[in-house]
């Protein structure tokens, strides 16, 4: 978060309104990715993997940063055997970020 809030000038309005789009649009990033894959589909799996990784640097969630950046390297390298893998390396940062922005996000803006 501390991160996140320099980059952005301390503007938590901003900050809160990159969580929430965040939390709307990356939930199913990993179900999209592996559909994506499973469907032969490499461009659009490496393009939500890519944007997961973003998206997670720009909130400041490193750990799903690293771990998007590593899923993202692997289908790039055509590491087919690495993908499940990562991907399932990548569930469970996702899934606590998500928590996290719901309880983050039911908190007054003043709170933080």
Do not use: C
């Amino acid at each position: 978060t501390a991160t996140a809030l320099k980059r952005l000038n301390g503007n938590k309005a901003i900050y809160r309104k990159l969580l929430v789009m965040f939390h709307q649009r990356q939930g199913d990033a990993v179900g999209r990715i592996t559909a994506a894959w499973a469907n032969g589909d490499r461009g659009e799996a490496m393009r939500i993997a890519h944007t997961l990784k973003s998206l997670a640097g720009n909130i400041g969630a490193d750990a799903l940063f690293s771990a998007a950046a590593n899923l993202e390297r692997a289908m790039q390298a055509g590491e087919l055997e690495s993908v499940e893998g990562l991907l399932i390396a990548i569930a469970l940062p996702l899934d606590g970020l998500m928590q996290g922005i719901e309880t983050f996000l039911a908190a007054p803006l003043g709170d933080f």
